[in-house]
Nanobody
Framework: QVHLVESGGGWVQPGGSLRLSCAAS????????WGWYGQALGKQRELIAY?????IYMDSVKDRFVISRDNAKNMVYLQMNSLKPEDTCVYYC?????????WGQGTQVTVSS
């Protein structure tokens, strides 16, 4: 059974940093491209960044976020720097650019002063 478990969210002031983690199990992790998605309140879930052999970033997070993966641990990470209030949302991981597995519970990130 596939499980995706996100963690690392929280409250942070503008300009701060957070590191999100995603633990994936129950599938062939290393052969897939993985991404982080964000869903703000009342909005659709959107792809933010994804990584296969190389990372790809949406314009809204380019030069601020860094996505990485550890195939030995079946983990995906998102280092979030220079956070802005508009980054506030629930973050999820899944395959990308098209999601394939049932979503996890996500992790809430709130950026405010």
């Amino acid at each position: 059974q596939v499980h995706l478990v996100e963690s690392g969210g929280g409250w942070v002031q503008p300009g701060g940093s957070l590191r999100l983690s995603c633990a994936a199990s129950g599938m062939d992790f290393s052969i897939r491209t993985w991404g982080w998605y964000g869903q703000a309140l009342g909005k659709q879930r959107e792809l933010i960044a994804y990584v296969g052999n190389i990372p790809i970033y949406m314009d809204s997070v380019k030069d601020r976020f860094v996505i990485s993966r550890d195939n030995a641990k079946n983990m995906v990470y998102l280092q979030m720097n220079s956070l802005k209030p508009e980054d506030t949302c629930v973050y999820y991981c899944n395959t990308a650019p098209a999601w394939w597995f049932q979503w996890g519970q996500g992790t809430q990130v709130t950026v405010s002063s």
